[in-house]
Nanobody, 125 residues
Framework: QVQLVESGGGLVRAGGSLRLSCAPSGRTFSGYAVGWFRQTPGEAREFVAAIRWSDDYTLVADSVKGRFAISRDNDKNSVYLQMNKLKPEDTAVYFC??????????????????WGQGTQVTVSS
């Protein structure tokens, strides 16, 4: 089973940007739907963005629309979450998730069967 490794988290001031990366270990992302979720203590995991393998169709949560974007680089075998105009309420642990699926994009965490370990994003005011 593919394992996912996230990177790119950190501390940034409000209004700043970060780019998170997600890469599979041991295989390629070929044929996988990939999503990003975030979670704060005591809260449920929240959908952020997702991308469909077949045509790179993307979905982005309303809470981050216009500020965040998900993309894929097949040459680098990675999926990215570009986060701009960050707000303190974006502070969370961000998780990458994947599921083998060519033609589907998923927004529910329960639909994904592979998760990364998470990367902390902290936005200071």
């Amino acid at each position: 089973q593919v394992q996912l490794v996230e990177s790119g988290g950190g501390l940034v001031r409000a209004g700043g940007s970060l780019r998170l990366s997600c890469a599979p270990s041991g295989r390629t992302f070929s044929g996988y739907a990939v999503g990003w979720f975030r979670q704060t203590p005591g809260e449920a995991r929240e959908f952020v963005a997702a991308i469909r393998w077949s045509d790179d169709y993307t979905l982005v949560a309303d809470s981050v629309k216009g500020r965040f974007a998900i993309s894929r680089d097949n040459d680098k075998n990675s999926v990215y979450l570009q986060m701009n105009k960050l707000k303190p309420e974006d502070t969370a642990v961000y998780f990458c998730a994947a599921k083998s699926a060519y033609y589907v994009v998923y927004i529910n965490s329960a639909d994904y069967d592979t998760w990364g370990q998470g990367t902390q994003v902290t936005v200071s005011s």
